[in-house]
């Protein structure tokens, strides 16, 4: 699969080259393989927005990155198997363009960032490198520039600290796919290097790689935790980042753990590096293609596609396991709606510590259930006179107060409906935006959740409610008092002796 | 964290909803003729009750909230005259025991507050801790509607 992926691409496969931590040599390595690569149309240099053009130049750029990432074995396999998966899935190896952009802009400074500019929204990419590069790079790095930076990359590259940042990420991300790691905040800027170092996960092990690395990270992940996950449901939260890569490769998801396990610890993420990459490989590896796949759908899609992968990153100083961390994202998950649980439960803003707070939730939920239980019963006992009132009010009820709320199912109400009731369930569900009656208008007018309006057309065939219109024109709201009227126009309907029976029965 | 609660989305319906689908069920269960005979005061009970939670789920909003499609379900099940629950012709298995298996290892304290919620909220049964957050805070909302709904009935029945 290695060599499927070369085989576009033309590079070298990447077991010459060396594990990361000589960047040197991987910088070396990569400066050889630069002059190599056909200088196609389809090549990333090119900034052609189209997107079978970006495909090609992400598998040019999946193996340079390949080539590039001076990692183990497992994890060129990785990405074999993950591009190959990917294939070119929509502008995959966004990173892999932008990197070889900046390697190629690495004598000019100044251009370096807006190579990174230009290349912003990268959406997500299927396989294993980036996200699709959905704008170009900035025009005013014209091609012959890019092309000429790329003929000198080896010296330019030993020059810019930067790259070997760059590159250090790059290799990183070489391994996995992007996954909305490189989402719209690609424009990198070379300035935001130093605050994000600290939250990158595990990067190649050498200083001058983190260098590199902060800057392509800073921007993708602002200031946030950010890890990618393979998951295919939301795990955790979705950074700022909309995330819409669709490939998050667990792997990828681990080098950016990586990443930031490395800027804490130094020369050990190198070796956790080996070590969980190689775990990862073997958890996630045959998933990692199915996703793929599965992501190259969305390759295309705006930011955000339904189907999306939560990209968590490990915090500074904290364990970036992989299990841990979708510990810890879930533990945010649930956190959060907790949050959200605290506002809807009365009194328990008071209340600290989840414990307590779901002890509070239960003991509202079993009270909010008792409730409806208490309220049916009193119901049964009034209802067998006053159902009757019910339907009539039901029938005016029903004309008049329009579902306001698109969830309503229509099914639902046929299905309960008799056939007395079709007829108005059936003018019921005719939304028209028609004017009401005027009848109709006491009653609608305090109501404000009306939105749509069904026509009360048998609204007029009720004689009575005349009679109502004058104490329902008092209530202002559409609240209890609105239904108690409602209620009290089917009560007066009634001749007295249904009351009299009803006051026994009470 | 602000940015995530987009993402939940717990919106019920207005009260009118609620009120207009418990009215309609009510009249339904009124023209069964069940209320006739007083000896069958619990029957009419709990046939009011499952009529009043019935025409929750659906002004909550059907079968797109698990919650009330769990609800509409097992309220089919019994009685198919008066809900008729749309059959999905392809049945979603979730993988419950892996799921289960798995959050019981996380913070026991909250996977034990979570359980006891699972027998509380319909389908809470297949349902991952977050996911079930979510649930809960709907069906909150919704039972809360509701009450206030039957309880303006109750009031409004209630002789003056």
Same mark, same amino acid.
């Given at each position: 699969m290695?060599?499927?992926?070369f085989?576009?691409?033309?590079?070298?496969?990447?077991?010459?080259f060396?594990?990361?931590?000589?960047?040197?040599?991987?910088?070396?390595?990569?400066?050889?393989?630069?002059?190599?690569?056909q200088?196609?149309?389809?090549f990333?240099?090119?900034?052609?927005?189209?997107?079978?053009?970006?495909?090609?130049?992400q598998?040019?750029?999946?193996?340079?990155?390949?080539?590039?990432?001076?990692?183990?074995?497992?994890?060129?396999?990785?990405?074999?198997?993950?591009?190959g998966?990917?294939?070119?899935?929509?502008?995959?190896?966004?990173?892999?363009?932008?990197?070889i952009?900046?390697?190629?802009?690495?004598?000019?400074?100044?251009?370096?960032g807006?190579?990174?500019?230009?290349?912003t929204?990268?959406?997500?990419s299927?396989?294993?490198?980036?996200?699709?590069?959905?704008?170009?790079?900035?025009?005013?790095?014209?091609?012959?520039?890019?092309?000429?930076?790329?003929?000198?990359?080896?010296?330019?590259?030993?020059?810019?600290?930067?790259?070997?940042?760059?590159a250090?990420r790059?290799?990183?991300f070489g391994?996995?796919?992007?996954?909305?790691?490189?989402?719209?905040?690609?424009?990198?800027?070379n300035?935001?290097?130093?605050?994000?170092?600290?939250?990158?996960?595990?990067?190649?092990?050498?200083?001058?790689?983190?260098?590199?690395?902060?800057?392509?990270?800073?921007p993708?992940?602002?200031?946030?935790?950010?890890?990618?996950?393979?998951?295919?449901?939301?795990?955790?939260?979705?950074?700022?980042?909309?995330?819409?890569?669709?490939?998050?490769?667990?792997?990828?998801?681990?080098?950016?753990?990586?990443?930031?396990?490395?800027?804490?610890?130094?020369?050990?993420?190198?070796?956790?590096?080996g070590?969980?990459?190689?775990?990862?490989?073997?958890?996630?590896?045959?998933?990692e293609?199915?996703?793929?796949?599965?992501?190259?759908?969305?390759?295309?899609k705006?930011?955000?596609?339904?189907?999306?992968?939560?990209?968590?990153? /490990?915090?500074?100083?904290? /364990?970036?396991?992989?299990?841990?961390?979708?510990?810890?994202?879930?533990?945010?998950?649930?956190?959060?709606?907790?949050?959200?649980?605290?506002?809807?439960?009365?009194?328990?803003?008071?209340?600290?510590?989840?414990?307590?707070?779901?002890?509070?939730?239960?003991?509202?939920?079993?009270?909010?259930?008792?409730?409806?239980?208490?309220?049916?019963?009193?119901?049964?006992?009034?209802?067998d006179?006053?159902?009757?009132?019910?339907?009539?009010?039901?029938?005016?009820?029903?004309?008049?107060?329009?579902?306001?709320?698109?969830?309503?199912?229509?099914?639902?109400?046929?299905?309960?409906s008799?056939?007395?009731?079709?007829?108005?369930?059936?003018?019921?569900?005719n939304?028209?935006?028609?004017?009401?009656?005027?009848?109709?208008?006491?009653?609608?007018?305090?109501?404000?959740?009306?939105?749509?309006?069904?026509?009360?057309?048998s609204?007029?065939?009720?004689?009575?409610?005349?009679?109502?219109?004058?104490?329902?024109?008092?209530?202002?709201?559409?609240?209890?008092?609105?239904?108690?009227?409602?209620?009290?126009?089917?009560?007066?309907?009634?001749?007295?002796?249904?009351?009299?029976h009803?006051?026994?029965?009470? | 964290?602000?940015?995530?609660?987009?993402?939940?989305?717990?919106?019920?319906?207005?009260?009118?909803?609620?009120?207009?689908?418990?009215?309609?069920?009510?009249?339904?269960l009124r023209?069964?003729?069940?209320?006739?005979?007083p000896?069958?005061?619990?029957?009419?009970?709990?046939?009011?009750?499952?009529?009043?939670?019935?025409?929750?789920?659906?002004?909550?909003?059907?079968?797109?909230?698990?919650?009330?499609?769990?609800?509409?379900?097992?309220?089919?099940?019994?009685?198919?005259?008066?809900?008729?629950?749309?059959?999905?012709?392809?049945?979603?298995?979730?993988?419950?025991?892996?799921?289960?298996?798995?959050?019981?290892?996380?913070?026991?304290?909250?996977?034990?507050?979570?359980?006891?919620?699972?027998?509380?909220?319909p389908?809470?049964?297949?349902?991952?801790?977050?996911?079930?957050?979510?649930?809960?805070?709907?069906?909150?909302?919704?039972?809360?509607?509701?009450?206030?709904?039957?309880?303006?009935?109750?009031?409004?029945l209630?002789?003056?």
């Amino acid at each position: 699969m290695e060599n499927e992926l070369f085989m576009n691409t033309e590079f070298p496969p990447p077991s010459e080259f060396e594990p990361p931590s000589s960047s040197s040599a991987m910088m070396l390595n990569w400066a050889l393989m630069d002059p190599n690569p056909q200088q196609d149309s389809s090549f990333l240099w090119e900034k052609s927005t189209d997107q079978q053009q970006q495909q090609q130049q992400q598998s040019i750029f999946d193996s340079a990155l390949s080539s590039l990432v001076s990692s183990p074995t497992p994890s060129n396999s990785n990405f074999s198997g993950g591009c190959g998966g990917g294939g070119g899935g929509g502008g995959d190896g966004f990173i892999i363009r932008e990197l070889i952009g900046k390697l190629g802009n690495i004598g000019n400074h100044n251009s370096s960032g807006e190579i990174y500019g230009g290349t912003t929204p990268m959406s997500r990419s299927a396989s294993c490198y980036a996200t699709p590069m959905s704008s170009p790079p900035p025009p005013s790095n014209s091609n012959s520039h890019m092309m000429m930076n790329r003929t000198t990359p080896l010296t330019e590259f030993s020059a810019d600290p930067g790259f070997a940042e760059r590159a250090a990420r790059f290799s990183c991300f070489g391994s996995r796919s992007f996954n909305g790691r490189t989402n719209s905040n690609l424009p990198v800027n070379n300035n935001n290097v130093v605050n994000n170092s600290g939250k990158l996960t595990r990067v190649s092990s050498t200083p001058a790689l983190k260098a590199l690395v902060s800057p392509e990270v800073a921007p993708m992940i602002p200031g946030g935790e950010f890890s990618r996950k393979r998951k295919a449901l939301p795990k955790g939260k979705s950074k700022e980042n909309p995330i819409s890569t669709a490939s998050p490769s667990p792997s990828f998801s681990k080098t950016a753990e990586k990443k930031e396990d490395w800027s804490g610890k130094g020369s050990k993420s190198s070796e956790e590096k080996g070590g969980k990459r190689r775990r990862e490989d073997e958890e996630d590896d045959d998933v990692e293609e199915e996703e793929g796949e599965g992501n190259k759908n969305n390759n295309t899609k705006p930011p955000e596609p339904p189907k999306d992968y939560i990209h968590v990153r /490990a915090r500074r100083g904290q /364990a970036t396991d992989s299990h841990s961390l979708a510990e810890r994202v879930r533990r945010e998950k649930i956190g959060e709606r907790m949050k959200l649980l605290q506002d809807l439960v009365p009194g328990c803003n008071k209340v600290t510590g989840k414990a307590l707070m779901l002890d509070e939730i239960i003991n509202y939920v079993q009270s909010l259930q008792r409730q409806v239980e208490f309220l049916s019963m009193k119901l049964s006992s009034v209802n067998d006179t006053r159902l009757e009132f019910n339907v009539d009010a039901l029938v005016s009820k029903d004309v008049m107060i329009p579902s306001s709320n698109n969830r309503l199912h229509e099914e639902g109400l046929q299905s309960k409906s008799s056939s007395h009731h079709h007829q108005q369930l059936n003018i019921y569900n005719n939304n028209n935006n028609s004017q009401l009656h005027p009848n109709n208008m006491m009653l609608q007018s305090p109501m404000n959740s009306l939105e749509t309006s069904s026509l009360a057309r048998s609204f007029t065939h009720l004689p009575t409610l005349n009679q109502f219109t004058d104490s329902i024109s008092q209530y202002q709201m559409f609240s209890e008092e609105d239904l108690q009227s409602i209620v009290g126009m089917g009560v007066a309907q009634n001749p007295n002796h249904e009351s009299q029976h009803m006051k026994l029965e009470l | 964290m602000a940015s995530a609660d987009k993402t939940i989305n717990t919106d019920v319906p207005e009260k009118d909803v609620f009120a207009i689908h418990f009215l309609q069920s009510l009249s339904n269960l009124r023209i069964q003729n069940l209320f006739n005979s007083p000896d069958t005061t619990n029957y009419r009970v709990r046939k009011i009750k499952k009529a009043a939670y019935v025409s929750m789920a659906r002004a909550a909003g059907g079968t797109s909230r698990l919650w009330s499609r769990a609800l509409l379900r097992r309220a089919a099940k019994g009685n198919n005259k008066i809900v008729r629950f749309p059959r999905r012709k392809r049945k979603v298995t979730w993988k419950i025991s892996s799921k289960r298996r798995r959050s019981d290892q996380r913070a026991p304290v909250v996977e034990d507050a979570a359980e006891r919620l699972r027998n509380l909220v319909p389908g809470g049964g297949g349902m991952e801790t977050s996911k079930l957050m979510e649930e809960t805070a709907h069906y909150i909302k919704c039972l809360s509607m509701q009450v206030k709904v039957m309880q303006c009935l109750v009031d409004g029945l209630s002789p003056k």
